[in-house]
């Protein structure tokens, strides 16, 4: 079974301290996501990566960061928390798509829901 | 930006009853996908149908696909209160991007 694991379910932190968000996968998937979920707006991609070292926006970068130094390991890093990232994130990977690059089939962790103060 | 937007939002059924969940999108899709998610946690994959197929099953979901009207649907058959979740559809070309989300309840 795949596993995608994140480094907390739930984490309090206080306005504009520096915030790392981990995500873990044992599949050895080319493709990581970081999502972020809010009531009403559904899911919304911060950050994606194909490939170590290799990062692209998504939707709603501004004030992330990410990191991608091993295959299996994608970071969120929040430069200086604000109330407005209060929100659950959701990292998930996937297989690098075939045939133009099709996105696959993804696999979610379980979510942190942060909390900043 | 949402690529999907499902419809109804929530809904409400008995056991034994189908379910069934509309996604509209408005970007040019590879294929599309529909995820559940049970409270608090994260998404699961249930079906993939790609922008050349029109209608696909897996036991007891069966989903369509109209490119011409960007449109899906999930239909579940047969519900059951385990089905409790929210339903979500995703496209896109290369990153998938999800909508808002269908909250379906099915009561025993």
């Known amino acids: 079974d795949v596993k995608v694991t994140q480094s907390s379910r739930y984490l309090v932190k206080r306005t504009g301290e520096k915030v790392f968000l981990e995500c873990v996968q044992d599949m050895d998937h080319e493709n990581m996501f970081w999502y972020r979920q809010d009531p009403g707006l559904g899911l919304r991609l911060i950050y994606f990566?194909?490939?170590?070292?290799?990062?692209e926006k998504g939707d709603i970068p501004e004030g992330y960061s990410v990191s991608r130094e091993k295959k299996e390991r994608f970071s969120l890093i929040l430069e200086s928390a604000s109330t407005n990232q209060t929100s659950m994130y959701l990292c998930?990977?996937?297989?690098?798509?075939?045939?133009?690059?099709?996105?696959?089939?993804?696999?979610f962790g379980p979510g942190t829901r942060l909390t900043v103060l | 930006s949402q690529q999907g937007e499902e419809d109804p939002q929530a809904l409400s059924i008995q056991e034994g009853e189908n379910a069934t969940m509309n996604c509209s999108y408005k970007t040019s899709i590879n294929n599309l996908q529909w995820y559940r998610q049970n409270s608090g946690r994260g998404l699961v994959h249930l079906i993939l149908?790609?922008?050349?197929?029109r209608e696909k099953h897996s036991g007891r979901l069966r989903v369509t696909l109209d490119t011409s009207k960007k449109s899906s649907s999930l239909l579940i058959t047969a519900s059951r209160a385990a089905d409790t979740a929210s339903y979500f559809c995703a496209g896109g070309r290369r990153a998938l991007t999800f909508g808002s989300g269908t909250r379906l309840q099915v009561q025993p």
């Open positions: 990566s194909y490939d170590v070292k290799m990062k």
């Open positions: 149908i790609r922008s050349n197929e």
């Open positions: 998930a990977s996937s297989l690098l798509g075939t045939s133009g690059r099709a996105p696959n089939e993804q696999f």
